[in-house]
Antibody
Framework: EVQLVQSGAEVKKPGESLRISCKGS????????IGWVRQMPGQGLEWMGIIYPGDSDTRYSPSFQGQVTISADRSISTAYLQWSSLKASDSAIYYC?????????????WGQGTLVTVSS | EIVLTQSPATLSLSPGEKATLSCRASQSVGSFLAWYQQKPGQAPRLLIY???NRASGIPARFSGSGSGTDFTLTFSSLEPEDVAVYYCQQRRNWPWTFGHGTKVEIK
């Protein structure tokens, strides 16, 4: 069974750094992209970026380029999303997702989400 | 960036009624269009991919259609458990984008 398990909720202050994680299991982690999606309070879904753990090839949505860093550690089947200096506007739920082979690349598997709260 | 416009913003129907949700793209997305369901407090769930293919475990009452820039998600008969927000998404061009969603309510 494919599972994506994300790290727990975080409460941070503006200016602090943060790294959240997404651990994949039940499939060949290095063979499928992992994507990150933001959902701000009461709002819709936004693609942030994707990474191919096999070679760490990474693409960022222009809105998020330079604002976050996406990485992966193949040895522990885990992808990361990190901020060097958080802002209050980074408060959101962040989801990781991965495609299913049978769909030809559509995002069928999702983590449970990580709530990030940034407040002074 | 391809903009996806969903309509209506909210759809209020009685159980058993047919629901039709629309997604219009600012340029052609070919067959690279999917629909997701998000229930309150849950992660999104893939419903339809490649315009009209149901994802694993999705009931047959959900169907997708369309081409080019105009797409439709249809529920043949609304069930109470279908209360959710529905998003369309394209991956024809990077950055991939979602529509703003259609909220489906039970009347």
């Amino acid at each position: 069974e494919v599972q994506l398990v994300q790290s727990g909720a975080e409460v941070k202050k503006p200016g602090e750094s943060l790294r959240i994680s997404c651990k994949g299991s039940g499939y060949a982690f290095t063979s499928y992209y992992i994507g990150w999606v933001r959902q701000m309070p009461g709002q819709g879904l936004e693609w942030m970026g994707i990474i191919y753990p096999g070679d760490s090839d990474t693409r960022y949505s222009p809105s998020f380029q330079g604002q976050v860093t996406i990485s992966a550690d193949r040895s522990i089947s885990t992808a990361y999303l990190q901020w060097s200096s958080l802002k209050a506007s980074d408060s959101a739920i962040y989801y990781c997702a991965s495609p299913a082979a049978y769909t030809g690349g559509w995002w069928a598997f999702w983590g449970q989400g990580t709530l990030v709260t940034v407040s002074s | 960036e391809i903009v996806l416009t969903q309509s209506p913003a909210t759809l209020s129907l009685s159980p058993g009624e047919k629901a039709t949700l629309s997604c219009r793209a600012s340029q052609s997305v070919g067959s690279f269009l999917a629909w997701y369901q998000q229930k309150p407090g849950q992660a999104p769930r893939l419903l339809i991919y490649g315009i009209s293919n149901r994802a694993s475990g999705i009931p047959a009452r959900f169907s997708g259609s369309g081409s080019g820039t105009d797409f439709t998600l249809t529920f043949s008969s609304l069930e109470p458990e279908d209360v959710a927000v529905y998003y369309c998404q394209q991956r024809r061009n990077w950055p991939w984008t979602f529509g703003h969603g259609t909220k489906v309510e039970i009347k």
